[in-house]
């Protein structure tokens, strides 16, 4: 449950714009991206990876997902033969975007919480936008963002600043106004380049440690959302 909105902070929020990342911030889209990327290799014969062993590499995207399976499995092979197996990876995804891809605990109540206070939400992430758009659907809360960017609404993606400030802008907000919130060295790096203070979730996928990564605060739950809203304000 996300913790309540305290007057102070709750008199600051209004016109605020939160931009949140997807894969491994709001929703634990790992079980369905690992078994999509195990499909790819079911298909020319490669044993499947543990999931685990994937998890990690999802905040890098789902090519990297892949061709760094194929080098667990031994294999190297040329930026055509991974653009070629990405190519099978997606149809199947968009197919089983949300069979097992759930909410992070927390996740709804804060954005009811937030919406309530007046906030400006929005996802930026590198997930193609009509993915983005149908996962959230799916989920029954793409109502919430007043902007979905994805890798390819804009002519550029994280961690180009511009993916960030386009999203805000799309939103309605101003980045002065702003938080950014991520589970990556993508996402981070991304709100640095930016000039917005970040949020880092440690529940994400990533192999380095985000408190590592130094955004602006750190939270284990979104029960400490709010709280970490206090800190960067």
Partial sequence: MASPLSGRLSGRLSGTTIVFDLDGTLVDTAPDLTAAANHVFGLIGLAAIAPAELRPLIGRGSRAMIEEGLRLHGITTSAAEVSALHELFLPYYADHLAVLSRPFEGVSALLESLAQAGV??????????????????????????????????????????????????????????????????????????????????????????????????????????????????
Avoid at 198 to 226: A, N, Q, W
């Fill in 120 to 233: 400006l939400l929005a996802v930026c992430t590198n997930k193609l936008e009509a993915l983005s758009r149908s996962l959230l659907r799916q989920l029954g809360f793409d109502h919430r963002f007043a902007a979905i960017a994805g890798r390819d609404t804009f002519d550029v993606f994280k961690p180009a600043p511009g993916h960030l400030t386009g999203t805000i802008a799309m939103a309605g907000g101003r980045p002065d106004r702003a938080v950014m919130v991520g589970d990556s060295e993508v996402d981070i790096a991304t709100a640095a380049a930016a000039g917005v203070p970040s949020i880092g979730v440690t529940f994400g996928y990533t192999s380095v440690p985000v408190r590592e990564l130094k955004p602006t605060v750190v939270i284990d739950h979104y029960r400490e959302f709010m709280g970490a809203l206090e800190q960067v304000f």
